[in-house]
């Protein structure tokens, strides 16, 4: 299962080899942005862009309001997932 994770371009490195800084719940890392450049919208225009990230590619741009909803979504799960192994850890069936 692939799973993208959005974050916002935050800067562009080198935008001849297409690379910028995406933030992803306050953890920057850099990315190959080539999946969303082209002619209309070029590496220096991703500036402020939501994308979904994988593997250290984004992967296409997304609106503020879907990045926003599908990291409420894994925030969820990952408490989800926290109460889980708590009660594993506990002994309490789950």
Do not use: Y
Not at 41 to 63: K, Q, T
């Amino acid at each position: 299962m692939c799973l993208g994770i959005p974050g916002q371009v935050v800067e562009i490195t080198d935008a001849e080899k297409r690379l910028g800084v995406v933030s992803v719940g306050g953890v920057r890392r850099e990315v190959n942005l080539a999946c969303v450049v082209d002619e209309d919208h070029p590496a220096e225009d991703c500036v402020g862009d939501w994308v979904l990230v994988h593997v250290g590619f984004a992967m296409s741009r997304i609106d503020p309001d879907e990045a926003a909803r599908t990291l409420e979504l894994l925030h969820e799960l990952g408490e989800v997932q926290e109460q889980l192994a708590a009660m594993r850890e506990s002994g309490r069936p789950g």
